[in-house]
């Protein structure tokens, strides 16, 4: 089945004989996919459950009805969860990283207010909440994930620490001599990190600074909070490619 014949439908508008396709998913079935009463789609809730569903009828306006075909399917939640804390950015590349997080498998996202976050990107509309939504959706569609990961209200680089509960907490820093992520990350997992030894990991937090950085006061109130500082090395990356990069070695040390 092609990866364009995926519907989200909340899990408010699923029943055991159909699922009801409203507003902007209906619009994608009637004006972008041409759908005809007849055809059948897949259907996913972001909770871990799909179905085949087939389309009773394409109304002039409003939802469109949709009748189950067969048994609905459960996805069993993921074993290892990875929470991504990105302080506000230019928003065209903050929406890059929610895309990519999203693909990437991070079930919540957290945006952080901090010292270098510029007053300008502080204030979120409704619009832009739902902006990011879509984007998510469309993403988690894309790549054929069943769980939509949550977005929360954006918090106080402080405050986030208390509020994540993780066994690993990394905090992606561009200081110099600070160490390298492979490094640290096979530290915590072999014990060498002042914890026991952590084979099996199931929370990951990875902080990801603005575009101005982390200022000195934050990086030393978070190592003294239980956080890693990690680098990628000599180069400074951006932070959109940070956030992918994080992403990435996390998965691949902790994910097991």
């Not at 949550?150 to 992606?172: G, N, W, Y």
Request: hydrophobic share 40%; proline share 4%.
């Amino acid at each position: 089945m092609s990866v364009d014949r995926r519907i989200f439908v909340a899990a408010a508008d699923w029943s055991a004989e159909e699922v009801v396709v409203r507003e902007d998913q209906a619009h994608h079935l009637k004006h972008v996919l041409r759908a005809q009463a007849g055809e059948v789609f897949e259907f996913v809730d972001g909770e871990g459950r799909w179905a085949r569903a087939m389309i009773e009828e394409i109304p002039t306006r409003g939802e469109i009805h949709c009748r189950m075909q067969d048994q609905t399917f459960s996805a069993r939640p993921p074993r290892n969860h990875f929470v991504l804390l990105p302080a506000l950015i230019r928003f065209e590349n903050f929406e890059w990283i929610l895309e990519k997080a999203v693909e990437l498998g991070v079930t919540r996202i957290l945006p952080l207010i901090t010292a270098h976050t510029e007053a300008k990107w502080r204030d979120i509309s409704a619009a832009r909440y739902e902006r990011w939504d879509k984007i998510m959706v469309e993403a988690m569609k894309q790549c054929r994930r069943v769980h939509l990961p949550e977005i929360e209200k954006p918090s106080r680089f402080d405050q986030s620490v208390s509020t994540v509960e993780a066994e690993v907490k990394i905090l992606c820093s561009e200081k110099p001599a600070t160490p390298a992520f492979k490094e640290v990350c096979r530290d915590i997992r072999a014990g060498r990190s002042g914890g026991a030894k952590s084979e099996g990991v199931a929370t990951v937090g990875i902080w990801i600074g603005p575009e101005g950085g982390w200022s000195e006061e934050e990086v030393a109130w978070a190592t003294g909070h239980g956080l890693h500082a990690v680098s990628f090395g000599e180069r400074t990356l951006r932070a959109e490619t940070a956030a992918l990069a994080a992403l990435c070695l996390a998965q691949y040390e902790f994910d097991r």
